[in-house]
């Protein structure tokens, strides 16, 4: 038995970009309460937001396929893996640098 995590592979190991299936076991149709919790607090509401900016530009921009996000403290990185699955966005740790990276997939939406 392997008790060792599994590091999520990208669904496409070219080195072209392209998209990616959507992994995320469930849509989210309404608002996470960890993120409802969030918009209560003025600090964590103005990261959010600027997150959402992120995202959007991100998804808007067709010649990027992944975001990289600087190295930040673990409850920012839980921050992007709750919001990504509202765009649709695959999510993943990069432990190395202590950062995350969303990818587009086919499913990405605003």
Do not use: W
């Amino acid at each position: 038995m392997n008790y060792y995590p599994t590091i999520q592979q990208p669904f496409y190991t070219s080195t072209q970009p392209s998209l990616q299936a959507f992994n995320d076991e469930v849509v989210p149709t309404e608002p996470d309460e960890f993120i409802l919790d969030l918009l209560k607090k003025p600090q964590e509401r103005l990261f959010l937001l600027k997150l959402e900016l992120e995202f959007e530009a991100f998804i808007k921009d067709k010649q990027r396929f992944r975001l990289d996000f600087p190295s930040m403290n673990s409850y920012q990185r839980l921050m992007i893996h709750k919001l990504a699955p509202y765009y649709k966005l695959n999510h993943f740790h990069d432990a190395m640098r202590k950062g995350v990276y969303v990818c587009k997939t086919f499913i990405t939406e605003l």
